[in-house]
C-alpha cells in the first residue's frame, strides 16, 4: 500500500490521539485537507479495513482499528520519513549511536523545519529504564558531535503512553510531526496499548 503524505498525516493524527473518535471535519482541519479530500482519504483507509467507523448522533467518527493486523504495519509505513535530506541526515548519521540503547528515536521541533539557524535539537528517545546510564554517556559522545545542544525527552514505554493518554503536547507533536529515525514497531506497539 502506497501512502500519500495526506494519508500519512491523517494516520498520525487518528495515532497521535489516543483512541478518541475524531470526526471528518476535526481530521481534515487538524491535517489541512479539505472536507472533500478527508473524505476521500477516510474512504480508503476505511476500504483497506484500518479504521473503525462509529455513528455518534449525526456525526460519523473515526479512529483507527488495532484488531486488524494490517493497521499496525501501515501505521509503520506512515511513520517513515520518504527521505532525510540536509541537517536532519547528518544528525541522523550523528545519532546512530544511540540505537543500541534506545529502542525508539524521534527528531521533532523547529530543527526539522525549514528554520535557518534552529538554537537546539529537540529529540524523543524511549529506552527500558535499565540503559538510562549507558543512554547518557552515549548521549555525552553525541552532544560532542552534534553542532547544537540537543534537548532531550526521554521516555519508558509506559512513560509514552501514559503521557499519549494525557495528551501530553510535546509527545503529541513528536508522534504527529517528527521524524522517525528507528523504532516504528515500538513507538506502533505504544499507540496500540493507548487505543
Do not use: H
Not at 16 to 39: D, F, T
Amino acid at each position: 500500500m502506497i501512502l500519500t503524505a495526506n494519508e500519512k498525516g491523517v494516520l498520525r493524527l487518528l495515532a497521535s490521539s489516543a483512541g478518541k473518535n475524531l470526526s471528518m471535519n476535526e481530521i481534515g482541519k487538524a491535517c489541512g485537507v479539505s472536507s472533500g479530500g478527508a473524505y476521500k482519504i477516510l474512504t480508503k483507509l476505511g476500504k483497506e479495513g484500518i479504521l473503525k467507523v462509529e455513528n455518534i448522533a449525526n456525526i460519523r467518527a473515526y479512529r483507527l482499528d488495532f484488531e486488524s493486523e494490517k493497521t499496525s504495519r501501515v501505521l509503520e509505513l506512515a511513520l517513515m520519513s520518504d527521505s532525510l535530506e540536509g541537517r536532519v541526515r547528518a544528525r541522523a548519521e550523528d545519532l546512530k549511536a544511540l540505537k543500541t540503547v534506545a529502542k525508539a528515536c524521534i527528531l521533532f521541533g523547529s530543527y526539522i523545519t525549514t528554520k535557518k539557524e534552529p538554537g537546539d535539537l529537540d529529540v524523543l528517545f524511549v529506552l527500558e529504564r535499565k540503559n538510562f546510564e549507558a543512554y547518557k554517556k552515549a548521549l555525552a559522545k553525541v552532544q560532542d558531535i552534534v553542532p547544537v545542544k540537543v534537548q532531550d525527552v526521554v521516555q519508558t514505554g509506559d512513560d509514552l503512553r501514559n503521557n499519549l493518554k494525557n495528551n501530553d503536547p510535546i509527545v503529541v507533536e513528536a508522534l504527529r510531526n517528527g521524524v522517525v529515525l528507528w523504532g516504528f514497531d515500538v513507538l506502533v506497539q505504544v499507540m496500540k496499548n493507548v487505543s
